[in-house]
Nanobody
Framework: QVQVVESGGGLVQAGGSLRLSCAAA????????AGWFRQAPGKEREFVAA???????SYAESLKGRFTIAADNTKNTVFLQMNSLKPEDTAVYYC??????????????????WGQGTQVTVSS
């Protein structure tokens, strides 16, 4: 059905930046919401950021001001710009999509299609 692929993860020093990309094949972003979640070993998957089909953005409270989500609907791609990275940001980052209006964007269970994840490691 829909294939979601993340890229852009890697190893970065604290204070550095990374930009993650998410390409969704077989999905019309004009009718879709997209979200970023992350999961560290031993922890539950947590909400990072989301953008709706109407370009409304949402962020985890603790990440406001450091992370920015954007979308290119023409190319069915979403981005996550991560600045001022901290060691506690280390996790596997996942991109997900769902139909617009179908569930809350901050809730992982709302999303039907998920990527394989990309590792982000922030060193001290």
């Amino acid at each position: 059905q829909v294939q979601v692929v993340e890229s852009g993860g890697g190893l970065v020093q604290a204070g550095g930046s990374l930009r993650l990309s998410c390409a969704a094949a077989g999905r019309d972003f004009s009718r879709s919401d997209a979200g970023w979640f992350r999961q560290a070993p031993g922890k539950e998957r947590e909400f990072v950021a989301a953008i709706t089909s109407s370009l409304i953005t949402s962020y985890a409270e603790s990440l406001k001001g450091r992370f920015t989500i954007a979308a290119d609907n023409t190319k069915n791609t979403v981005f996550l710009q991560m600045n001022s990275l901290k060691p506690e940001d280390t996790a596997v980052y996942y991109c997900a999509t769902k139909g617009a209006g179908r569930g809350l964007v901050r809730q992982a269970g709302s999303y039907q299609y998920w990527g394989q994840g990309t590792q982000v490691t922030v060193s001290s």
